[in-house]
């Protein structure tokens, strides 16, 4: 998701034959929620993250498997679609 701020450059009355002054200010931040949830349950664990890289997405699974054995489940099955920040070194196991 994107957020951040957008200033708008509208209409101002101003003297004829001078144009206005309207400073525009585009600045953006990017966010990344990542999300697993159980079919069976509707349970749900997310985590909102910085960025969409393969470190984020390790991180996410490390806290996923210490949420999972807080709720006394051992094994967990995750599914990815294969893009390159969806892959980590350190599965489940």
Same mark, same amino acid.
């Given at each position: ?33 990542? *999300?697993?949830?159980?079919?069976? %349950?509707?349970? #749900?664990?997310?985590?909102? /993250? ?27 099955? *995750?599914?990815?679609?294969?893009? %390159?920040?969806? #892959?980590?070194?350190?599965? /489940?196991?």
């Amino acid at each position: 998701m994107r957020y951040g701020t957008r200033t708008h450059c509208r209409r101002r009355w101003t003297r004829q034959g001078k144009r206005p002054a309207c400073p525009v200010k585009l600045d953006y931040e990017w966010g990344y929620l990542y *999300v697993a949830i159980c079919p069976f %349950t509707g349970d #749900t664990y997310a985590m909102f /993250l910085s960025h969409l890289v393969k470190q984020c997405f390790t991180y996410f699974l490390q806290q996923l498997q210490l949420h999972l054995q807080e709720k006394g489940i051992d094994k967990a099955l *995750v599914m990815g679609d294969g893009a %390159t920040a969806h #892959t980590s070194q350190n599965w /489940l196991a």
